[in-house]
């Protein structure tokens, strides 16, 4: 079955850190990925998503993800995260329910902490 | 992006009332609109796949006789919860996308249902 997963469920980093954010997924077909960030007690926005081309996909806020497809991969990274990154990350994939249907299946989550 | 409201963003009721969550797409037609069930410190898990002018499609394991989904244009999705009882208490997160699965799907942002 089509799965995404995030093994780290908690990070945290330092202001002006890196960040990387780790994701595989499990697809037969070319994947759509995204990855959404949700604040506490707030909907999911969209950092960035890839669907084909180029491998590399830069987002908003500063954020980029890699797409590998001998890992499986679609990892997210920002070179200096800033206080206001702490929020929930979540990375997902376009797959095709067993009633035809397009849907996203989200990976469990990563929190991110950043400390001073 | 495009922008996603629900409405009511936190809603407390008693056990056994039926309650009903909008979610519209303000500046876009959304061809298709998914109800997410989000529990504390989880991911979102997919309810229902609903296209403008036909019935739901239900997730396995969601009753559709107690979460009723009308799509009834192309802006407006309403989610409601018959009969509530504690355990239906969680997160409600609605999305809404245009015609294919290469359009992104934008989030509302949340409606918190509190059952007593």
């Known amino acids: 079955a089509q799965s995404v997963t995030q093994p780290d469920i908690h990070i945290t980093v330092s202001e002006g850190a890196s960040l990387e954010l780790r994701c595989n997924y499990s697809y037969g077909a070319t994947p759509y990925l995204f990855w959404y960030v949700q604040s506490p007690g707030q909907g999911l926005q969209l950092l960035l998503k890839?669907?084909?081309?180029?491998?590399l996909v830069q987002g908003i806020k500063g954020f980029e993800a890699e797409f590998k497809r001998s890992q499986s991969s679609f990892n997210l990274r920002k070179p200096s995260v800033h206080w206001s990154d702490a929020a929930e990350y979540f990375c997902a994939v376009v797959v095709i329910s067993n009633f035809g249907n397009e849907k996203l299946t989200f990976g469990t989550g990563t929190r991110l902490t950043i400390i001073p | 992006g495009a922008v996603v409201s629900q409405h009511p963003s936190r809603v407390i009721c008693k056990s056994g009332t039926s309650v009903k969550i909008e979610c519209r797409s303000l500046?876009?037609?959304?061809?298709?609109m998914f109800w997410y069930r989000q529990f504390p410190k989880q991911s979102l898990m997919l309810m229902a796949t609903?296209?403008?002018?036909?019935?739901?499609?239900?997730e396995q394991g969601v009753e559709k006789d107690k979460f009723l989904i009308n799509h009834a244009s192309l802006t407006l999705s309403t989610l409601t919860v018959t009969s509530a009882h504690p355990e239906d208490s969680s997160f409600y997160i609605c999305?809404?996308?245009?015609?294919?699965?290469?359009?992104?799907?934008?989030f509302g942002p949340g409606t918190r249902l509190l059952v007593l």
């Open positions: 999305s809404a996308r245009g015609t294919t699965r290469r359009e992104t799907q934008y």
């Open positions: 890839y669907f084909s081309g180029d491998t």
């Open positions: 609903s296209n403008e002018g036909s019935k739901a499609t239900y």
């Open positions: 500046d876009f037609q959304a061809t298709t």
